[in-house]
């Protein structure tokens, strides 16, 4: 029974990530979300209290080393050792022409999307490490962008993720023989504050028809292909991408 299994969420205060904790939180695990805000998990702590699971905020800046070593210790003294981990902290930046952007968002954008799955994935594997487990395993949230290349919007933000796909394949061979699972989920676009962030509220509705299932996904739906990767229904699975894109 996974009870007492303690799951990492980074950026999990809203949007896919608050989805993704609560989803878990419902299968039984205890969960660690990673805010930069902690006061704004608040109502998702809230809820996830009402529905009997066991959750608490911590604050995490991914792109801070020390800052992602502390979160995990103290995640784990106060919630028993790592379980899983998912890494969905994540950006876009500006929605533009590659050859306009700053390259200023270049780096912003991979130091939040690649190098912080990085600082969380390794500080998971030292907590592995520490401690004896089965079925341990880390859910990178990449997107439907890191195949399409988003011409002409987020090419940048495309690159960030095609290359925390690969980061995602390679590890999960490196960590195969401990038994560490490693695997990537892929949203389509998904209806979150994530739009509006990029100046661009108005993008659900207008990638919405081009979608072969007519619609944009909702959060739930990308949580609950977390849950599965997560299970023990996914013990063969590694280095996998699993794309949950309605089609698109
Ligand atoms: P939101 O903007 O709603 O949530 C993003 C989360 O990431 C926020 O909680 C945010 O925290 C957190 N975050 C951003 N930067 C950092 C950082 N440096 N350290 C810690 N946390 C950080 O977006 P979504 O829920 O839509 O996105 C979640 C993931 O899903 C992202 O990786 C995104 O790229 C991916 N995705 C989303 C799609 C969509 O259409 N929505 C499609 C495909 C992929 P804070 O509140 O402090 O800003």
Redesign the pocket.
């Known amino acids: 029974m996974p009870a007492s299994r303690l799951v990492i969420v980074?950026?999990?205060?809203?949007?896919?990530?608050?989805?993704i904790a609560r989803c878990l939180a419902r299968e039984g695990f205890r969960i660690a979300i990673?805010?930069?805000?902690v006061e704004?998990a608040a109502p998702l702590l809230t809820a996830i209290a009402r529905e009997g699971g066991e959750a608490l905020a911590l604050p995490?800046?991914?792109?801070?080393e020390e800052m992602v070593a502390t979160f995990f210790a103290t995640a784990e003294q106060r919630l028993g050792p790592l379980h899983a981990l998912v890494?969905?902290?994540?950006?876009?930046g500006p929605l533009g022409a590659f050859r306009d952007l700053d390259p200023g968002w270049m780096r912003r954008v991979t130091?939040?999307?690649l190098i912080?799955t990085m600082l969380c994935a390794q500080a998971a594997l030292r907590c592995f490490d520490a401690a004896e487990g089965e079925g341990r395993s880390i859910v990178n949230?990449?997107?439907?962008?890191a195949q399409s290349g988003s011409p002409g919007e987020y090419v940048h933000?495309a690159a960030s993720?095609a290359a925390v796909e690969a980061l995602t394949i390679g590890l999960a061979r490196e960590v195969a023989a401990q038994g560490i699972r490693v695997n990537a989920v892929?949203?389509?676009?998904?209806?979150?504050?994530?739009?509006a962030?990029a100046g661009d509220p108005g993008?659900?509705a207008r990638i919405a028809p081009r979608v072969p299932m007519g619609r944009?996904?909702e959060?739930e739906e990308?949580a609950e292909a977390v849950a599965w990767l997560l299970s023990g229904a996914a013990s063969y699975a590694t280095g996998t991408v699993l794309r949950v894109t309605g089609g698109l």
């Open positions: 980074t950026g999990g205060s809203r949007g896919i990530g608050a989805a990673g805010c930069r805000q704004e995490l800046d991914v792109t801070r890494n969905n902290a994540g950006i876009t130091e939040v999307n912080g949230i990449s997107s439907v962008a933000y993720k892929a949203p389509g676009t998904v209806q979150t504050g994530i739009h962030l993008r659900p944009v996904g959060p990308i």
